[in-house]
């Protein structure tokens, strides 16, 4: 069993990413996935998340309009784009499936995004 993310790296301010969040060895269907962020410093904050079983969507305030959050039901991999990225943005990025209605749940290892010019 295991949760990883990927898609990270180093993009000028304004630029794009799309950070990947797989799952192996369990279904995704009975989760939502939510993706984390925590910057030097402080707390890791949630961002955005989806379920996977209808695809409804939640987002921050400060993410919205910016990230996408989607998920492909036949890879069982949940997808976070990220346009007009800015400074503040970096942090790692990290990714969790929660079970419905249980304390179950998984991390991924995280991934770095650096924004800078």
């Known amino acids: 069993v295991q949760l990883q993310a990927s898609g990270g790296g180093l993009v000028q301010p304004g630029g794009s990413l799309r950070l990947s969040c797989s799952a192996s060895?369990?279904?995704?269907?009975?989760?939502?996935i939510g993706w984390f962020r925590q910057a030097p410093g402080k707390e890791r904050e949630g961002i955005s998340c989806?379920?996977?079983?209808?695809?409804?969507?939640f987002y921050k305030e400060s993410v919205k309009g910016r990230f996408t959050v989607s998920r492909d039901t036949s890879k069982n991999t949940v997808y976070l784009q990220m346009t007009d990225l800015k400074p503040e943005d970096t942090a790692i990025y990290y990714c969790?499936?929660?079970?419905?209605?249980?304390?179950?749940?998984?991390w991924g290892q995280g991934t770095q995004v650096t924004v800078s010019s």
């Open positions: 969790n499936a929660h079970k419905y209605g249980t304390t179950l749940q998984y």
């Open positions: 060895g369990f279904s995704l269907d009975d989760y939502s």
């Open positions: 989806i379920r996977f079983s209808d695809g409804s969507t």
